[in-house]
């Protein structure tokens, strides 16, 4: 049976390669995206799923329009990293008549009051603290939630030990742990620690281009702006697409390894953001999440070219 799941998103260039692959992914109904403040502006990020789901023939899939700004810090958007558009300044054109419905919160606390479903969030966590601090009962219909976000043992990427998600709403996402915490729940946290090592090269967007040039050309647009600053900051001739891989996970558990932890995030100081996640139960709590350390790389791009492209991809020996 497909799995039930609502995708919280800040789309951002790996949200939209993370849309793309949920939406080819079989074991998926998508049954809404919700947009928060992050990469983007809330706006330009409903804009950007639009651009997605029209793609993909698949506007049929409801998009609320969620917060505007995280729920205590000043909001900081990631656009040095994604361009102003978010698409790496593809700059396509939008898509015109899509009705905004409700806002993202209320659809979250209403869709959770009817059904049990799981959650991948992509971006900062502020809608679902606000939807689970507007109605803590909801908790208990969640099945599953990924979350991209958070480091263990690898370094930050906005300070030295801060992930962009959880530093942009340090407060969102510790309200969100403490809540599972508190509802003997566990968030699945997928890290830099595994997002790292998934590099999309320039050489697997041409392989992408000779198997599907029109996917192939549409991930070349939008990743090239991305691609050059990796190359700016880290000398990495790629980019790092962290989003896809919470997807691929929440589809094939086998993936990625890790393991249960109690963990809690920095809201003051210069850790602001951290994940501190407690590997060693000096505090004797009981775990709220599972932490991943371990990905198969080679695994998670073998499904990602092929649910994007939608070809089956046999005899690449170690290419990949
Ligand atoms: C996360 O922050 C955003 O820039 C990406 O979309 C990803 O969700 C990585 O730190
Ligand atoms: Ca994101």
Known sequence: MKKKVIIDCD???????????ALNSPELDVVAITIVCGNVPVEIGFENA?????????????????????????????????????????????????????????????????????????????????AFSKD?????????????????????????????NYWCDPDAAALCYELFAKHHKKIHMVGL????????????????????????????????????????????IGCVINDPLAVAYFIDRSLCQGFDAYTAIETTGISIGQSVVDSMHFYKKESNSHILTEVDQTAFMKLFLERLTGQKLENTGDYL
């Open 136 to 164: 803590e009962t909801i908790l208990s219909q969640v099945d599953e939630i990924v979350s991209m976000g958070g480091n263990f043992r690898s370094h930050g990427n906005c300070s030295p030990v801060a992930e962009y």
């Open 50 to 130: 639009k651009i997605i789901l029209q793609r993909l023939h698949r506007l049929d899939i409801p998009i609320y329009q969620g917060e505007k700004a995280p729920l205590v810090r000043p909001y900081i958007s990631a656009q040095d990293t994604h361009g102003m558009d978010g698409l790496g300044e593809s700059h396509f054109a939008p898509v015109p008549g899509y009705e905004k419905k409700e806002d993202a919160v209320t659809f979250l606390v209403n869709a959770l009051k009817k059904e049990r479903l799981s959650i991948i969030a992509l971006g900062p966590m502020t809608n679902l603290a606000k």
């Open 11 to 21: 789309p951002g260039i790996d949200d939209s390669l993370a849309l793309m692959l």
């Open 193 to 236: 620690d595994v997002t790292r090592k998934i590099v999309l090269t320039p050489t697997l967007v041409s392989y992408m281009k000779r198997l599907q040039p029109e996917v192939g050309s549409f991930v070349e647009s939008i990743t090239h702006f991305y691609m050059d600053f990796h190359w700016e900051y880290e000398k990495i």
